[in-house]
């Protein structure tokens, strides 16, 4: 028979909600948008051109007030954060991505 | 001669007829620059990310072409005089195109010549080491 599950103790450990998988530095709360690293998306696709035009593969690599999101949260290698830094730039700059987003 | 991508906005309160016009105008500068044109989309009409002038919408038209550093001068000298066109942007691409070729040539052949060691491969270029198993907090205690 299972033991059964221990429920965490009420005014527990801050950062204590669902599990999450990969390390991680130990100890301190882990932010809830905590993103699992991984292999460069770009690389793993064979992606060759970031294309600027392409607004949903781009926008999943700028956080929610339009910021590059860095390589350590996205997993991106080198030569492709590159590329996307560059095309993210250029479709700010026609106005398909947000420069600063509003809250 | 060079690949250029230009992408350009135009005001959303320009009719449907207008429209046609200015794309089929703007297609005649490249043309009578030097330029030859290999696709014209009209992408649609967007929301756009920020407030351009005082609009907050447009029409995207984008236009393919092949040319000279003077095609697109004269085109974004007339997109620029053009009231109707809000903001362009100019991209050249053939120099991309022909990296991902070289990268997609490649990979072809990497594919080809050893088309069962993948697995095996796989496996030992993932460059990390196999994951440490994650130590549980134990927090209850």
């Given at each position: 028979m299972p033991a059964p599950r221990q429920h965490s103790r009420?005014?527990?450990?801050?950062?204590?909600?669902p599990r999450r998988e990969g390390g991680g530095p130990p100890g301190g709360p882990r932010k809830q948008y905590f993103r699992r690293r991984r292999v460069c998306k770009f690389c793993e696709e064979h992606i060759d051109v970031i294309d600027y035009k392409d607004v949903k593969l781009i926008g999943?690599?700028?956080?929610?007030?339009?910021k590059i999101l860095p390589r350590r949260l996205t997993g991106t290698c080198s030569s492709h954060q590159h590329e996307l830094t560059t095309a993210i730039k250029r479709a700010r700059n026609i106005a398909l991505l947000p420069f600063a987003a509003e809250v | 001669m060079r690949k250029y991508e230009v992408i350009f906005i135009v005001r959303p309160d320009v009719e449907e007829e207008d429209l046609n016009k200015l794309v089929a105008q703007m297609e005649g500068v490249v043309a009578g620059a030097g330029g030859k044109l290999e696709k014209t989309e009209k992408m649609g009409r967007r929301r756009l990310a920020y407030r351009v002038g005082r609009h907050q919408e447009g029409f995207y038209v984008l236009f393919l072409f092949e040319g000279t550093g003077d095609t697109v001068k004269e085109l974004e000298r007339r997109l620029g005089v053009?009231?109707?066109?809000v903001k362009f942007l100019s991209v050249r691409i053939d120099e991309e195109l022909k990296r991902a070729d070289k990268l997609k040539a490649l990979r072809v052949a990497r594919e080809a010549k050893r088309p069962k060691a993948k697995a095996s491969a796989s496996g030992a270029s993932s460059g990390t080491p196999p994951a440490q198993p994650v130590e549980e907090q134990q927090v209850q205690g």
């Open positions: 009420p005014g527990g450990r801050p950062g204590g909600g999943q690599f700028v956080a929610e007030r339009g | 053009t009231d109707a066109v």
